[in-house]
C-alpha cells in the first residue's frame, strides 16, 4: 500500500498508550462504533440539518432540555460555526460589538468577514499572574455607555484556563442596556452539568464546542439560544438556521450530528453525577498542585479544568509538557508559562491517578513569581478588521514592523491578551513588549 503519513501518525501515537488530557471528550470510550456506517447523507428519512423538520430537528428540541434554551441548534464544524451564527444574528451586517480582547481567531475572522467593528475591552488581572484575568461588567457598561450604537456584547468564558467570567452580571449590564450578550462558551460545554452554563446564568446565545469536554466526535458543536426577552425580540432562534447555512458546509457529519445526540442523552441521564464525581477528584488533583507550589488560577474556575502555572518548579509550560509526556500524559495545551489538561468522566481512574502522580512528581517549587507586567496601551486603530485581514500580507522581523498594520493578532503567551490586532497600528510599546516575549516576527498588511 502507499504511504499514509497521517493514518500511520495517528496509529503510531495510538501505540504511545498515553493518557489522553486534551480533546475530544469522548477519549476514545463512548461513541459506538457503528458510527462508520452511520456515515449517511441527506435522504427522506434522515433529515437535513440547515432545513431540519424530521429526525434531526426532534434531536435539537430534545437538547433543548439539556440546556434550558429557548432553542439549541446542532454544528458539524465546530464552535467556529456557531460563533460565526452568533455574530451573524446579532450584528447581521457589521456595526459596532463590544468584545473582549480575548477571543478565538474564529471571532476576529467573522468580524473581518461580516464587517463588524470591534470596541475592545480588555480583561483585568484578577485570575493570578501570567494569565489574561476576566472582562468585568463595569468596564462593559462604561463602553456601552460611550457606544449606544453597539449591537452586543460578545465574551469568552471559560478561557483556555478554565477562568469563569461574571456571566450573571454581565448579561445584567447588557440587558439593561438593551443588547444580547454572547458567550464563546467552547471550552464550557459540560457546565450545564455543574450549574454553571452561561445561559443559565442569562447569556442570549452560547456557542458550545461539544467535543471538547462531552463524549462528541471532533466538531460537533451546540448553538444556544437563551430564552431571555431579547433573543425573542431579536427572533433570534427563528433566525439562526439561515445564519448557520451562510457559514456551514452542505454536508454535515451524520456521524458529528448523531454523537451530539448520543452525548445529549448520555449526559441527561448521567451526566450530572459524572461530573460531579469528576469535579471531586479534580478538586484533589488542583490540591496537590497547589501544595506544590504551582499556580492555579484565582476566583471562579471551571471545577475540572486543571490549569498550572509551572514557573515557580523552574520550568515553563513547554518543558512541563515534555515532562508529563514523558510520564505517559498527554495534556491540552502548553505555552510559556502555563500546562493545561482537560479531564471528562471518560478518563479512567487509572488515568487520573497518572495525572496526579506525575504532579506529584514535578520538582519542588523554589521561586516565587512576580505579577505580570502592565500591558502596553491599546494601539491606535488605523483599518477595520475586514479591510486588514483580507489585505495581502507579509511577515517581518518585529524590528521593522514599527508603523505598520498588523494583518493578524500577535498574542504572546503569557499573558494570553493580543497586543495587537488586525487593522492596528505596530507601536513601539507593542514592539519591546512582544521582543521581551519572544515573539520574533509579526504579519503586516502590504498597502498599496
Ligand atoms: C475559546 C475558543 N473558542 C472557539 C474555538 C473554536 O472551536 P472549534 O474548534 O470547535 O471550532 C476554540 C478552539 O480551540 C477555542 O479555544
Same mark, same amino acid.
Given at each position: 500500500?502507499?504511504k499514509t503519513p497521517l493514518y500511520t501518525a495517528l496509529q503510531e501515537h495510538l501505540e504511545k498508550k498515553r493518557a489522553s488530557f486534551h ?12 458510527? $462508520?456506517?452511520?456515515? =449517511? ?24 432540555? /439539556? ?15 456557531? &460563533? ?10 457589521? +456595526? ?63 478561557? $483556555? ?7 450573571? +452580571? ?7 442596556? +438593551? ?5 464563546d462558551n467552547a471550552h464550557g460545554t459540560h457546565l450545564a452539568l455543574l450549574g454553571k452554563h452561561p445561559l443559565a446564568l442569562g447569556a ?29 425580540? =431579536? ?78 518548579? +523552574? ?46 512528581? /514535578? ?31 507579509k511577515s517581518v522581523p518585529l524590528e521593522d514592523a514599527v508603523g505598520k498594520i498588523a494583518g493578524e493578532a500577535a498574542c504572546p503567551c ?16 507593542? &514592539? /519591546? ?16
Amino acid at each position: 500500500m502507499a504511504k499514509t503519513p497521517l493514518y500511520t501518525a495517528l496509529q503510531e501515537h495510538l501505540e504511545k498508550k498515553r493518557a489522553s488530557f486534551h480533546t475530544p471528550g469522548h477519549k476514545g470510550r463512548f461513541l459506538p462504533h457503528d458510527l $462508520y456506517e452511520l456515515d =449517511l447523507t441527506e435522504l427522506p428519512d434522515t433529515d437535513s440539518l440547515f432545513e431540519a423538520d424530521g429526525c434531526i430537528d426532534a434531536a435539537e428540541k430534545a437538547a433543548r432540555e /439539556l440546556f434550558h434554551s429557548q432553542a439549541t441548534f446542532f454544528s458539524a464544524g465546530g464552535c467556529t460555526l456557531c &460563533i460565526q451564527a452568533m455574530f451573524r444574528l446579532a450584528a447581521p451586517q457589521g +456595526g459596532k460589538v463590544i468584545s473582549s480582547r480575548v477571543i478565538h481567531r474564529s471571532a476576529v475572522n467573522t468580524m473581518a468577514l461580516l464587517g463588524i467593528e470591534p470596541v475592545w475591552v480588555r480583561p483585568r488581572p484578577d485570575a493570578g499572574p501570567c494569565l489574561a484575568g476576566r472582562l468585568h461588567p463595569e468596564d462593559v457598561k462604561k463602553a456601552l455607555e460611550q457606544n449606544p450604537d453597539a449591537k452586543a456584547v460578545y465574551v469568552t468564558s471559560p478561557d $483556555y484556563y478554565g477562568v469563569l467570567a461574571d456571566i450573571q +452580571g454581565l448579561s445584567a449590564v447588557c440587558h439593561a442596556y +438593551g443588547v444580547p450578550l454572547l458567550v464563546d462558551n467552547a471550552h464550557g460545554t459540560h457546565l450545564a452539568l455543574l450549574g454553571k452554563h452561561p445561559l443559565a446564568l442569562g447569556a442570549d446565545l452560547t456557542a458550545c464546542s461539544a467535543h471538547k469536554t462531552l463524549p462528541v466526535l471532533t466538531g460537533g458543536a451546540f448553538l444556544n439560544v437563551g430564552d431571555t426577552e431579547i433573543s425573542r425580540k =431579536l427572533g433570534f432562534a427563528g433566525r439562526a438556521k439561515e445564519a448557520m447555512a451562510l457559514f456551514g458546509s452542505t454536508s454535515p457529519g451524520y456521524p458529528i450530528m448523531a454523537s451530539l445526540d448520543l452525548a445529549r442523552a448520555w449526559a441527561m441521564e448521567q451526566g450530572q453525577e459524572a461530573w460531579e464525581e469528576l469535579a471531586i477528584r479534580m478538586a484533589k488533583i488542583k490540591e496537590t498542585a497547589r501544595k506544590k507550589g504551582l499556580l492555579l488560577p484565582a476566583g471562579e474556575t471551571d471545577p475540572t479544568r486543571l490549569a498550572i502555572g509551572t514557573l515557580p518548579v +523552574g520550568m515553563t509550560g513547554e518543558e512541563a509538557g515534555d515532562f508529563f509526556r514523558k510520564k505517559g500524559v498527554e495534556p491540552e495545551h502548553e505555552d510559556g508559562a502555563y500546562l493545561v489538561c482537560i479531564a471528562t468522566p471518560f478518563n479512567t481512574k487509572e488515568e487520573l491517578d497518572r495525572l496526579e502522580e506525575t504532579v506529584l512528581a /514535578l520538582p519542588e517549587a523554589n521561586m516565587s513569581i512576580k505579577e505580570t507586567p502592565a500591558l502596553p496601551p491599546l494601539p491606535p486603530v488605523r483599518m477595520m478588521p475586514r479591510e486588514a485581514v483580507l489585505a495581502f500580507q507579509k511577515s517581518v522581523p518585529l524590528e521593522d514592523a514599527v508603523g505598520k498594520i498588523a494583518g493578524e493578532a500577535a498574542c504572546p503567551c503569557p499573558p494570553g491578551v493580543p497586543i495587537v490586532m488586525p487593522g492596528e497600528e505596530i507601536t513601539p510599546e507593542a &514592539i /519591546l513588549f512582544l521582543n521581551n516575549y519572544g515573539l520574533r516576527s509579526i504579519q503586516i498588511i502590504l498597502q498599496k
